[in-house]
T-cell receptor, first 109, second 114 residues
Framework: SQQGEEDPQALSIQEGENATMNCSYK?????LQWYRQNSGRGLVHLIL?????REKHSGRLRVTLDTSKKSSSLLITASRAADTASYFC?????????FGAGTRLFVKA | DAGVIQSPRHEVTEMGQEVTLRCKPI?????LFWYRQTMMRGLELLIY????????DSGMPEDRFSAKMPNASFSTLKIQPSEPRDSAVYFC????????????FGSGTRLTVV
């Protein structure tokens, strides 16, 4: 399989709560990216973290990377109904970018 | 920029027919990728072009699939003959090598082979 591993597979929270998604990978990487996909649409790039970085922020998003554990997490703070989507991690080693299976996030208003 | 443009958005075809999917990457991007997305297998990289040259096509499922990039602004993915198991959403994405902003995806082509 080309996929990385993400958990949980699905997450349902109330508006205003924080959402945390995790990603694990198997190879050495150059960088790791997170994408969002709304139903029936293409993927939208959210944030990229390089292998020598440990944490990165962008608005309500916080990404951490632990290369020793080959894992990353995406935290969405103060979630909104509009954050409802699937979220994918994607890790790049060499020129190949491999996508995880995704976490389906549902934010209830 | 209008982003990555894919056509058609939807394609329904009969088994055995030839299907051609088209992609126009973002101007200035030098890398282009074709991905296939299904519920069972998720997002799979089919082929990667850099500066119009195919670098890795190891993800192309079989000889029925072929891809070309005749110039920096156009790429095609062809399936001939098509089979029902090819039904999926096919995405094209582009990027600039080494950039920190990830890939830009098109809206995809939803292919249904009946």
């Amino acid at each position: 399989s080309q996929q990385g591993e993400e958990d949980p597979q699905a997450l349902s929270i109330q508006e205003g709560e924080n959402a945390t998604m995790n990603c694990s990978y198997k190879t050495s990487i150059n960088n790791l990216q997170w994408y969002r996909q709304n139903s029936g649409r293409g993927l939208v790039h959210l944030i990229l973290i390089r292998s020598n970085e440990r944490e990165k922020h962008s608005g309500r998003l916080r990404v951490t990377l632990d290369t020793s554990k080959k894992s990353s997490s995406l935290l969405i703070t103060a979630s909104r109904a509009a954050d409802t989507a699937s979220y994918f991690c994607a890790y790049t080693g060499g020129f190949k970018t491999i996508f995880g299976a995704g976490t389906r996030l549902f934010v209830k208003a | 920029d209008a982003g990555v443009i894919q056509s058609p958005r939807h394609e329904v075809t009969e088994m055995g027919q030839e299907v051609t999917l088209r992609c126009k990457p973002i101007s200035g991007h030098n890398s282009l990728f074709w991905y296939r997305q299904t519920m069972m297998r998720g997002l799979e990289l089919l082929i990667y072009f850099n500066n119009n040259v195919p670098i890795d096509d190891s993800g192309m499922p079989e000889d029925r699939f072929s891809a070309k990039m005749p110039n920096a602004s156009f790429s095609t993915l062809k399936i001939q003959p098509s089979e029902p198991r090819d039904s999926a959403v096919y995405f094209c994405a582009s990027s600039y090598t080494g950039a920190d902003y990830g890939y830009t995806f098109g809206s995809g082509t939803r292919l249904t082979v009946v």
